[in-house]
């Protein structure tokens, strides 16, 4: 008698989309450039090899270790205007720019969905006051937006996490009502209503578990567009200010330098679209990958 081979048991959902995610070779790629951004800044004080502060105008402007003009080999990526450590102040900027965007997108996400949640399953003068809020801010060019609340607050860190923010969460609450208005109307939710259950615990025990993974891919591609608006406003001015060495600071440092020591503002800009490019497709095989509606035929 040949023995009967059980079959496996049937993976979760979870399960499944994280499959799909590994089998992603793209999306595997980025998040693990991604990992070693993070990694970066997380050991940024231990792996920078010089003060990202300590200026000496004798090493100013000196040329990457690959130049044949170059004349600090300590110095692998050069020196800024100022005689500071170019690789020191990209590892320390990573920290800056990975920080505001973890900050930002994290607290965004939670005031985001609560308001959802609320506007879409309370709906009446709840969903009307939230609706109009939200389509007020869309309203304002993401930018401008920015720019206009620093001008008002003054630069830095804390400022610049406060004006993202109060523009960064209504993209989360787009999605939560949306999501919440199509949960609103299924059975389990029908049932937990016909049992007595109170609004609250419906949503943050019903519907909140069923929209936690379109909001974490939301969450995940918008901190790609967070990095670029605090690399932004640092160009201008008007985020981090010195000595913290920030990524759009440095490429502003640099502009005046293009041609004579164009790895001043080239290198930050180049970290920026890696990790911004990385995050954008990282991002968008977990949206492949969580999305049940493209696996359905599968």
């Not at 995610?21 to 793209?26: C, I, P, S």
């Not at 995050?279 to 599968?298: V, Y």
């Amino acid at each position: 008698m040949s023995a009967s081979v059980a079959e496996p048991p049937p993976l979760s959902p979870t399960a499944l989309a994280l499959r799909r995610l590994a089998g992603n070779r793209t999306a595997v790629a980025a998040s693990l450039v991604v990992l070693l951004f993070v990694l970066l800044a997380v050991f940024a004080p231990w792996i920078a090899p010089h003060d990202p502060a300590d200026a000496d105008l004798f090493r100013r402007l000196c040329a990457p270790a690959w130049a044949a003009e170059n004349t600090e080999p300590g110095y692998w990526l050069g020196c800024d205007a100022l005689g500071r450590d170019i690789l020191s102040r990209l590892i320390h900027g990573a920290r800056v720019s990975l920080s505001v965007a973890a900050l930002v997108v994290c607290i965004a996400a939670v005031i985001g969905t609560l308001a959802g949640l609320a506007a879409g399953y309370l709906r009446g003068w709840t969903d009307t006051i939230v609706s109009r809020l939200v389509d007020t801010l869309l309203g304002f060019p993401y930018l401008v937006f920015a720019i206009g609340l620093m001008a008002m607050m003054g630069p830095g860190l804390h400022n610049i996490v406060l004006a993202l923010v109060l523009k960064e969460w209504v993209f989360t609450c787009r999605v939560v009502r949306g999501e919440t208005l199509a949960a609103r109307e299924q059975d389990y939710v029908e049932a937990a209503r016909a049992l007595g259950c109170t609004p609250r615990h419906i949503m943050l025990r019903e519907i909140l578990p069923n929209v936690l993974s379109p909001v974490l891919v939301v969450a995940t591609f918008r901190m790609a567009y967070v990095i670029i608006m605090e690399a932004s406003l640092s160009f201008l001015g008007l985020g981090v200010q010195p000595p913290m060495p920030s990524w759009g600071s440095m490429v502003a440092d640099g502009r005046d330098f293009l041609v004579d020591a164009w790895w001043v503002s080239t290198l930050p800009g180049i970290c920026i679209l890696a990790l911004v490019l990385s995050i954008n497709l990282a991002s968008q095989g977990m949206r492949d990958a969580f999305d049940p509606r493209l696996h359905q035929s599968s």
